[in-house]
């Protein structure tokens, strides 16, 4: 009976550890450096698990009187149940610490081997319902591997081999544990219909679409790739003196045409990314604080290239943008996901402390060079076109932690050093630490050193597509979320005000075929960037559903010229509401809550210095007239879409936390 039992705990010990690994490394996001750093994790996990397995048994036998196997089989089956709901929710909020949370999963197996032994003992007469459920209990683990490898099978790009590989080892190791116990019949037809299950749905679901027939397309489809760098302000590309900040970017500009007046529709990631990629205004798709997520019923460009035939990806980094920090919001419409950082829960101490001790090992983050290799090794093995590759860069974004190699003197003469954290800017923000001209301008040096680190690997990119041919026939867009401020109105970093320096970013597409090179100084937003690509791609869609419009025209034999339109932005941080428009060159920002209106004439006043809104109310008048139609205007379309009236989804304490860290929220 002893031999039975350890057989069948070491063999439930080895599969979970396999798919704490599988789970770690694909949901959670884990990126192991090389296959051998494998083996500390593995062994971390297994003796972990062992030792959880062992203290429920051993808390099991203190009190069971009944049948040893019974004990055993409930014991499994509750610590089964505890490991899923471990892995779907991660502790409480009062035990997601990491004093409290070791504590909080010992007891918890403590309290699932009691809950067994004391099962077993009520269940002592009446042994056909023990015999099933422990029957029950012997299918567990095989049904528990087979619901990982489904979740495994699913990886893509780097991680397909071995995700494959371990999805293999689950389900042998599951048939290994199902076929040595006694009586098992019942746990390998289980384990045979999960295996066709997740054979079925899972292998083969991910393929992608095989046609490449495009909807109002046609078969020349071409690629499209969208690069998008955190935080760029608009002069960043031409400051402090510099020839040229970003030379890799100048290349790109030659061959395409850049707006020069280009804004962004918020001040921040996640309202200004969900008009970017939507082509609605934040009134439309949610503008709410830091915690709320963008309505999922719009869609995104992704979505429409993928029904129009495209294979689509995504590759970068921020956590604003992330499957697990947006709820998959930004994920929509994309074939293959690969975006840092990931959630930490439900992150194990033993995997925490291995990450802060051997950081070499396992990786959270990812670098600029990072990404630029994952999206070079994506074109790579790209496959046939037409194909959507979307490409976000976290850098510039604050903390500022440039290379020494782009610092002059490698930073040693800067009065900030080489790096500065967020708490630091967020101190002169509030006034609690120095704002001289000479640390203003050491923190843009970061800031601008950052830059000038991501333009090196954007340029790796661009070279990658002209190697492989793809350049000349590839639609390329290079655009950013939003700008970023250094005290020219009394604040650091972004999201708090809705000024020039925030809003304003650059703009560059490059269309299939001839180079092109021109500037284009018409106000335009990014909000127009999803009906200008889908029809340089050659796809329909309905004009209706956007409130961006298409610059398409700007490529024409005989280019147009764009209307003058209002353009429109939002934000609401912490309690701060603010909206603005801009029409006719003059800007009107407003902050309801407070009851303040401010206007600036743009061409006489670009650095937003000067108030006028008492000498000019009808220009407050046409501004606040603007606003309200578009706000009317996207009421309209959120009850179009459904969505009038509904919630939207909110973070939990962890990801609050995360929000704090990059300075959302206080």
């Known amino acids: 009976?002893?031999?039975?039992?350890?057989?069948?705990?070491?063999?439930?010990?080895?599969?979970?550890?396999?798919?704490?690994?599988?789970?770690?490394?694909h949901v959670q996001g884990f990126h192991f450096a090389n296959w051998r750093s494998l083996a500390w994790p593995a062994a971390l996990s297994a003796l972990g698990l062992l030792g959880l397995g062992l203290l429920g048994g051993a808390c099991g036998a203190l009190l069971g009187r009944g049948n040893a196997s019974w004990t055993a089989g409930l014991g499994l089956a509750a610590t089964t149940a505890g490991f899923g709901w471990m892995v779907a929710t991660g502790p409480p909020e009062w035990a997601a610490t990491p004093a409290r949370e070791p504590a909080f999963w010992l007891a918890c197996w403590a309290a699932a081997g009691v809950a067994a032994a004391l099962a077993a003992d009520g269940l002592a007469a009446r042994p056909r319902l023990a015999h099933w459920l422990a029957v029950g209990a012997r299918c567990a683990p095989p049904a528990l591997a087979a619901a990982f490898a489904f979740q495994v099978s699913r990886a893509q790009g780097p991680q397909q081999v071995w995700a494959t590989a371990g999805a293999a080892a689950l389900l042998g190791l599951a048939l290994w544990a199902a076929a040595s116990a006694k009586g098992a019949a019942a746990g390998r037809a289980a384990l045979c219909l999960a295996l066709a299950g997740a054979s079925a749905a899972g292998f083969g679901s991910e393929a992608g679409p095989a046609t490449t027939t495009l909807a109002g397309g046609g078969a020349e489809a071409p690629p499209v790739i969208l690069i998008t760098i955190d935080t760029l302000r608009a002069d960043a590309l031409h400051c402090c003196g510099e020839a040229s900040a970003a030379p890799a970017i100048a290349s790109l500009a030659r061959d395409a045409i850049s707006f020069e007046q280009a804004r962004s529709s918020a001040p921040w990631t996640v309202p200004a990314m969900a008009a970017l990629l939507s082509g609605v205004s934040p009134w439309v798709t949610g503008s709410g604080p830091p915690g709320l997520i963008p309505a999922p019923e719009v869609p995104l460009l992704s979505d429409r290239l993928r029904e129009a035939g495209y294979r689509t990806a995504a590759i970068g980094r921020n956590f604003l943008l992330s499957p697990w920090g947006s709820k998959e919001r930004f994920a929509s419409g994309f074939d293959e996901v690969d975006f840092f950082p990931l959630s930490p829960r439900p992150e194990t101490a033993a995997l925490r402390r291995l990450r802060e001790g051997a950081p070499e090992l396992l990786r959270l983050e990812a670098t600029s060079p990072d990404l630029a290799d994952k999206a070079v090794a994506w074109l790579d093995g790209a496959g046939p076109e037409p194909f959507f590759l979307w490409l976000h860069f976290f850098d510039p974004h604050a903390p500022y932690a440039p290379p020494a190699e782009d610092l002059p003197d490698g930073g040693a003469a800067s009065p900030v050093g080489r790096a500065v954290e967020q708490p630091y800017l967020d101190a002169i923000r509030e006034g609690e630490a120095e704002a001289s001209p000479e640390t203003i301008a050491a923190i843009r040096a970061l800031y601008q050193a950052e830059f000038r680190a991501t333009d090196r690997e954007v340029g790796r990119v661009l070279d990658r597509l002209r190697e492989l041919g793809i350049y000349d026939r590839a639609l390329i867009a290079l655009t950013s979320d939003h700008g970023e401020e250094f005290y020219e109105h009394g604040g650091m970093v972004h999201g708090w005000t809705l000024h020039e320096e925030m809003l304003r970013v650059p703009l560059l597409i490059k269309p299939p075929g001839r180079p092109d090179g021109r500037r284009v100084e018409a106000v335009v937003g990014t909000i127009d960037l999803p009906p200008t690509l889908l029809e340089l791609a050659g796809i329909s869609f309905?004009?209706?559903?956007?409130?961006?419009?298409?610059?398409?025209?700007?490529?024409?034999?005989?280019?147009?010229?764009?209307?003058?339109?209002?353009?429109?932005?939002?934000?609401?941080?912490?309690?701060?509401?603010?909206?603005?428009?801009?029409?006719?060159?003059?800007?009107?920002?407003?902050?309801?809550?407070?009851?303040?209106?401010?206007?600036?004439?743009?061409?006489?006043?670009?650095?937003?210095?000067?108030?006028?809104?008492?000498?000019?109310?009808?220009?407050?008048?046409?501004g606040r007239a603007a606003l309200e139609a578009h706000v009317a205007h996207s009421e309209a379309l959120r009850k179009r879409w459904g969505i009038a009236g509904k919630a939207e989804a909110g973070y939990g304490r962890q990801d609050r936390d995360k929000l704090r860290s990059l300075g959302y929220i206080q």
């Open 542 to 622: 309905d004009a209706n559903e956007m409130q961006g419009r298409s610059l398409a025209c700007s490529w024409a034999a005989e280019p147009c010229a764009l209307e003058p339109r209002p353009e429109l932005a939002t934000s609401l941080i912490g309690r701060r509401s603010m909206r603005s428009a801009l029409v006719d060159g003059l800007k009107l920002i407003e902050e309801p809550a407070w009851g303040r209106s401010r206007l600036y004439d743009l061409a006489a006043d670009p650095g937003e210095r000067h108030d006028i809104a008492a000498q000019r109310p009808d220009a407050v008048a046409a």
């Open 1 to 25: 009976m002893r031999r039975t039992l350890l057989g069948a705990l070491v063999s439930y010990c080895l599969t979970l550890t396999l798919a704490d690994l599988a789970f770690s490394a």
